[in-house]
């Protein structure tokens, strides 16, 4: 048995098998590495000029879309731009001016209603008419009702519808302007050398009714335009007979030069 021992000896070079095996897995490991490192350089420049594009598009809006407000921020965080008003602001609050100019035209479809139903009939056998226009009231009365031929104190029949107008006028501000209208035939008067001084007496006698009936003088003015505004023919009777004519004008605002003598 002694002997049999004695013959067993250690193999002391086993140990390179396993060095073996080692250095064949590093290999192996280096190979391995090395295939994944192998890029393809048409796809890499394909896909790295896909990348620049995206990233050096310019941008479509001007300004960044901003949802509420960042006060907080200074002006190089927000965008290197100026800080951006709040998507929902309160609205303006409505001029004075505006309100005032709503209610002077309120006032005027007032005051022209006011007119209409008191001139209804007068209004239904055409020897008045109301109209609104974007700044007064024109009422137009037909000689025929205010005055007799050649003459420039209101008729009996005249002083009723001077005295419903300044009803309706003696507790408003409203600037009124009288204008007297003739046609084209001339006067033979010893009183009136032409139409322009007949139509500005009339035009004056209707003012002084109106402030004798309550309307303040200081909204009062007078005109006399003769025979050249007219509103219809003067070679026909019924063309003459709309030419000679009285003209009430009641402006929305309180100064008659505001409206009527710019």
């Known amino acids: ?5 004695e013959a067993e000896h250690d193999n002391k070079e086993r140990w390179l098998v396993s060095y073996a095996d080692f250095i ?5 490991f280096f190979v391995v590495m090395y295939s994944i490192s192998s890029v393809n350089e048409g796809k890499y420049k394909v896909l790295s000029d896909s990348l620049e594009g995206i990233f050096n598009t310019k941008n479509k809006t001007i300004n960044p879309i901003q949802i509420g407000e960042y006060d907080d921020l200074t002006e190089e965080q927000a965008f290197g731009r100026k800080k951006i008003k709040p998507i929902l602001e309160r609205p303006e609050p409505v001029a004075k001016e505006k309100i005032k100019e709503s209610e002077e035209d309120l006032q005027l479809e007032q005051i022209a209603g006011e007119f209409m139903r008191s001139f209804e009939d007068l209004i239904f056998e055409e020897h008045l008419t109301v109209e609104t226009k974007e700044d007064w009231i024109e009422i137009s009365l ?22 419903k107008i ?5 507790d408003r501000d409203n600037a009124i302007l009288v204008e007297g209208h003739t046609d084209n035939i001339p006067i033979r008067s010893s009183v009136f050398p032409s139409n322009w ?8 006698s209707v003012v002084r009714y109106l ?19 007219p509103i219809a023919r003067n070679d026909t009777q019924a063309g003459r007979l709309k030419n000679r004519r009285v003209v009430i004008l009641i402006s929305k605002k309180n100064d008659i030069h505001e409206t009527f003598l710019n």
């Not at 064949?24 to 192996?28: D, I, M, N, R």
């Not at 001084?197 to 004056?204: G, H, K, P, Q, V």
């Not at 402030?211 to 505004?229: C, H, I, R, T, Y």
């Open 142 to 163: 037909n000689e025929s009702v205010v005055f007799e031929s050649g003459g420039v104190e209101p008729i009996h029949d005249a002083l009723e519808v001077i005295e």
């Open 24 to 28: 064949t897995l590093l290999f192996a």
């Open 197 to 204: 001084e007949l139509s500005a007496a009339r035009a004056a």
């Open 166 to 170: 300044a009803l309706i006028m003696a």
């Open 1 to 5: 048995m002694r002997r049999q021992r």
């Open 211 to 229: 402030a004798l009936e309550g309307v303040n003088p200081d909204q009062l003015g007078a005109v006399g335009f003769g025979e050249f505004k």
